[in-house]
């Protein structure tokens, strides 16, 4: 059931994701206000992670307002304030991150929180891109921490998708259209 013009971007790491949305949210904005909402953790002692940061935060322009949430209850309480960015176009990288912050939780939390999330996003009028990490595409976890997150992030984002008008899967620098290129499951994710 599509709502808004919401978008969903998805790949694997490394594949363009990010700068893809960072494009598109461009065009689909015109002259609306941009809000960047990042998800990871600042992890101020990872170099590794904080130049990946640098990376994200030298391509986006100065204009964009940056909004930080590392939880889905955060975010889906910032996506309601209408005082922090209710008339924004707004970029959302990305929901592996929300995932990743939730992984204590047991699994009826888990669903009642991506059920508060996806209605506080599927009642939103102005568009979310979405960038999704894809991750489990043959390799299965050695832990079963890492099979929570594989699975939960899987279903995050196939529940995302249901609720967007487009869908695309970008990998090595390219990106394909999902929503005209394929059929969507009539299957609960």
Not at 69 to 80: E, G, K, M, N, Y
Not at 170 to 175: E, F, I, L, Q
Request: charge should be negative; proline fraction near 5%.
């Amino acid at each position: 059931m599509v709502v808004a013009k919401h978008l969903l971007i998805t790949g694997p790491s490394r594949g363009g994701k990010s700068e893809w949305a960072e494009q598109r949210i461009v065009e689909i904005a015109g002259s609306e206000a941009i809000s960047y909402l990042a998800t990871g953790p600042i992890l101020p002692d990872d170099q590794a992670w904080q130049q990946r940061l640098d990376r994200h935060r030298q391509r986006r322009p100065k204009h964009w307002r940056l909004l930080e949430a590392s939880s889905i209850s955060a975010v889906s309480d910032l996506l309601q304030d209408s005082s922090v960015c209710q008339g924004d176009v707004l970029l959302l990288d990305s929901l592996g991150g929300l995932v990743a912050s939730s992984l204590e939780f047991e699994e009826q939390r888990w669903v009642e929180l991506v059920g508060q999330f996806l209605a506080v996003l599927a009642s939103r009028q102005q568009p979310v891109v979405l960038v999704a990490e894809e991750v489990g595409w043959g390799v299965v976890p050695p832990t079963a921490i890492g099979g929570r997150f594989r699975d939960r992030n899987g279903s995050l984002t196939r529940q995302c998708e249901q609720i967007c008008s487009e869908s695309w899967l970008v990998t090595a620098g390219r990106a394909l259209p999902l929503h005209q290129l394929a059929q969507r499951l009539n299957t609960a994710p």
